[in-house]
């Protein structure tokens, strides 16, 4: 059962164009929704994080537009470039015990063509 | 930096062995995590530790086991490994606490022949 549902699964934009990747989520205890960005032969590292109270956050070319009506979220990358070609995974963040636990969607490999 | 340290990129291991893959974080994080990544799958957490010997199950915990003697370091454990077994396994650590970023260890590769 996947609690965080990502799409798609890989996606080609121009450079210069507009990236966007969706995710949609169940469990209404999810409390904290980050991005992670991951390039080939790393670890993932945290792009960019929202919270439900806010319903936009902008940081740089990356913006989260946020749902919590519908329960989704998307990531929204402006003016796209090749380094930014890499596999994006949203996630969503329940509390236990006062601690995270994270849940990861299943990744959108991008790429960034010339 | 944070630094995340998987002891090993490449791990093959024949069916049947007790495999243990490493991870050291030093920036003193209370949270770790161990989380298998597969194409399609996207991360899913097996383990974490919110602190020194104590163990969480995360979604997938079958056939895995954790140890956590010390607070920097978080072993994962095959106990006899399996060809269904074979993926990308990441550690990730993390400030104790609600909201904290989760750093990732570059991967350990093992696959099970």
């Known amino acids: 059962q996947q609690q965080v549902k990502q799409s798609p699964q890989s996606l080609i934009v121009q450079k210069g164009g507009i990236s966007i990747i969706n995710c949609a989520y169940e469990?209404?205890?999810?409390?904290?929704f980050p991005w992670y960005q991951q390039f080939p032969g790393k670890g993932p590292a945290l792009l960019i994080a929202i919270r439900p109270d806010v319903s936009e956050k902008k940081e740089g070319r990356f913006t989260i537009s946020f749902n919590k009506s519908a329960k989704q979220f998307s990531l929204h990358i402006m003016d796209s470039q090749p380094g930014d070609s890499a596999t994006y995974f949203c996630a969503a963040s329940s509390r236990n015990f006062g601690n995270e636990k994270l849940t990861f969607g299943t990744g959108t490999r991008l790429t960034i063509i010339p | 930096d944070v630094k995340v340290t998987q002891s090993s990129r490449y791990l093959v291991k024949r069916t049947g062995e007790k495999v243990f893959l490493e991870c050291v974080q030093d920036m003193d994080h209370e949270n770790m995590f161990w989380y298998r990544q597969d194409p399609g799958l996207g991360l899913r957490l097996i383990y974490f530790?919110?602190?020194?010997?104590?163990?969480e199950k995360g979604d997938i915990p079958e056939g895995y086991s954790v140890s956590r003697e010390k607070k920097e370091r978080f072993s994962l454990i095959l106990e006899s490994a399996s060809t269904n077994q074979t993926s990308m396994y990441l550690c990730?650590?993390?400030?104790?606490?609600?909201?904290?970023?989760?750093?990732f260890g570059q991967g350990t590769r093992l696959t099970v022949v």
């Open positions: 990730a650590s993390s400030f104790g606490g609600v909201r904290t970023e989760a750093f």
């Open positions: 530790s919110y602190d020194v010997k104590m163990k």
């Open positions: 469990n209404t205890a999810f409390d904290y």
